[in-house]
């Protein structure tokens, strides 16, 4: 099984998603999970764009066995959608992987029974109707413009009434090629399709919808072609690291996991971080060094300010 990564960088120079407490602990964060992950999955792969490769491969040195600039393709498209990057490596994938965020640290093999699975990832998410963003969002925006929702996407409402489910997608991968390219196609026709964009022209919460588009409709879809008797993908299995989303937080659970995912806030939280760096020091003195190399020489050529 292939280790996939992705990075768009448009959504980073526009300080879009969630960031890190400083530029450095991001590119730390590239090299211990690429480092960690490939001790596992030896075939590495980066799905990114130009700026992206010169940062990741040429200035800091990350080795993957294959590199990719597919993500030049979304160079007109609205950085506030950074899961797409994600989506168009999920899309290009024509054999088993797994895809990692770059904040996901493996300390130990995954278990071959979720790896075995037609779709696997972090864990599954239970959230209720009342929260700010929730998928009524974006069904009152295509019913005000009389367009259809995906199938899975109307299926899933009408059996959840009062909460909505999502699959945590810090990993993400799976044996069943064709489904996940289906489900990554849907995703991305949600939002780039010619006949939306009048609509998403005059949606104020493009950001905060990406985990709608990305991990609610991926759990729509699961869902439905599991159950339908006319899907090509009728039975699909899914499988979870962690039962729950509480349980993948559970500081003792992860442990024995041997996994951390620095998800959300995690990122800029100062005890994080210094143990980030402090990781990567006693690893690796040498990368910790180059990246500051690297950050300053960023800095100089005013390569790390945003939209440049």
Not at 50 to 64: A, I, P, S, Y
Not at 96 to 107: E, K, R
Not at 187 to 211: E, I, P
């Amino acid at each position: 099984m292939r280790s996939v990564w992705s990075f768009w960088s448009l959504p980073f120079k526009a300080f879009k998603g969630r960031m890190w407490r400083q530029p450095k602990h991001h590119l730390m964060s590239w090299g211990l999970s690429l480092r960690l992950a490939q001790e596992y999955f030896p075939e590495t792969v980066l799905i990114t764009d130009t700026w992206g490769k010169e940062l990741l491969v040429d200035d800091l040195g990350l080795e993957f066995a294959h590199v990719s600039t597919e993500l030049d393709r979304l160079k007109n498209i609205d950085p506030e959608w950074w899961a797409l990057g994600k989506l168009v490596a999920y899309r290009m994938q024509e054999k088993p992987f797994i895809h990692l965020d770059t904040d996901v640290f493996l300390w130990k093999p995954l278990p071959p029974s979720l790896l075995s699975a037609d779709v696997f990832t972090q864990c599954p998410e239970h959230h209720s109707l009342d929260e700010a963003v929730g998928p009524y969002l974006i069904e009152d925006l295509f019913a005000k413009f009389e367009l259809p929702l995906p199938v899975e996407w109307v299926w899933s409402r009408s059996t959840h009434t009062t909460w909505f489910p999502e699959e945590n997608c810090g990993i993400f991968g799976g044996n069943n090629i064709p489904f996940i390219r289906y489900f990554s196609q849907a995703a991305l026709d949600l939002v780039t399709s010619g006949k939306h964009a009048d609509a998403w022209s005059t949606f104020g919460d493009k950001d905060g919808s990406n985990m709608l588009v990305e991990q609610y409709l991926l759990s729509a879809c699961i869902g439905y072609h599991r159950s339908n008797p006319q899907s090509p993908f009728r039975g699909i299995s899914s499988r979870h690291l962690f039962p729950s989303f509480a349980e993948s937080y559970n500081p003792s659970l992860a442990t024995k996991a041997g996994f951390t995912h620095l998800l959300g806030d995690a990122k800029t939280n100062e005890h994080a971080t210094d143990r980030l760096e402090r990781r990567i020091a006693a690893l690796d003195p040498s990368f910790l060094r180059h990246c500051t190399q690297v950050l300053n020489t960023l800095s100089e050529k005013s390569r790390f300010e945003p939209g440049t």
